[in-house]
């Protein structure tokens, strides 16, 4: 078989539901890039919130964050590292509107950082972040809204956030895109307009010579249609989202508790 590029999403896809990676999932990972082939995660998290399953995984490649707003190679330099930001005005608007949204807390997300609002404290899991407490120099301040981020992060109390994702892209005139992770979080993320995993993939796909027929994708949410729809091959988790569906050529089994990814995986590569 030709070598692939297989595209990972986290939450509700590789990751079980409390947020780990199975023992059968790294082993089946490191089997299948034993064999050439390029395993990529593809997520809506922040850069701090993937490199632990990265190096857990103990990849190489490229990593796609922010739901593609950010491919690099972690600790390394490399040429074709790749950086689309999203203009601070937006974060302002929503926090000017922040009531009107529900927002528990909006998070302004950067490489290395971040700064959260903090007037509803109970709501912040601070894992989520990759720290373990929220202390009061990570206050989201207008003030401290000097630089463009990589995305925002935002967690609502709507009880549809798919919809509230839809009526924001339609306040701001689809000028931005705003997208809902998987998994049982209320967890909104704002990406800049036009960037989503697809186009990171198709970006890393034409730096490394190859092609989508060469690629692979899994995942369970709708911030995945594109990336499914792009791959010669997209794989919905059993446990995805309805959205997601037709943009599919194959719904697993099995799900992300289930460990559908290592499975299929298996099936594909190693046990034929």
């Known amino acids: 078989m030709n070598k ?5 999403d986290l939450d509700g896809t590789l990751l079980l539901p409390d947020g780990s990676l199975s023992q059968t999932t790294i082993d089946t990972i490191k ?3 034993d064999l050439g082939h390029l395993v990529v995660i593809a997520t809506g998290r922040p850069y701090r919130m993937a490199i632990d399953h990265y190096r857990t995984l103990n990849l190489k490649t490229p990593l796609i964050s922010f739901n593609g707003s950010l491919t690099n190679i972690p600790d390394t330099k490399w040429d074709f590292e790749h950086s689309i930001k999203l203009d601070k005005k937006y974060l302002l608007e ?3 509107n922040k009531e009107e949204l529900e927002m528990d807390f909006i998070a302004s997300e950067y490489r290395q950082n971040f700064y959260i609002t903090m007037d509803r404290p109970e709501t912040i899991q601070p894992q989520l972040f990759g720290v373990d407490k929220i202390v009061e120099s990570m206050r989201l301040d207008p003030q401290k809204i000097t630089r463009d981020p990589n995305a925002l992060l935002m967690q609502t109390r709507h009880q549809d956030k798919q919809l509230l994702a839809q009526e924001m892209k339609m306040h701001f005139k689809n000028e931005l895109e705003v997208d809902s992770w998987g998994g049982p979080l209320n967890i909104l993320e704002c990406s800049p307009k036009g960037i989503n995993k697809a186009y990171a993939l198709t ?5 490394l010579g190859m092609s989508r027929q060469d690629l692979i994708a899994f995942g369970d949410e709708h911030n995945d249609t594109e990336m499914l729809a792009l791959a010669q091959t997209g794989y919905a988790m059993k446990n995805a989202s309805q959205t997601l569906l037709p943009f599919a050529d194959k719904q697993l089994n099995y799900s992300n508790e289930e460990d559908g990814v290592a499975k299929e995986l298996q099936k594909l590569f190693l046990f034929k």
């Open 94 to 96: 929503i926090l000017k």
């Open 4 to 8: 692939k590029m297989i595209a990972l």
């Open 203 to 207: 970006y890393l796909l034409n730096a």
């Open 31 to 33: 089997a299948v890039q």
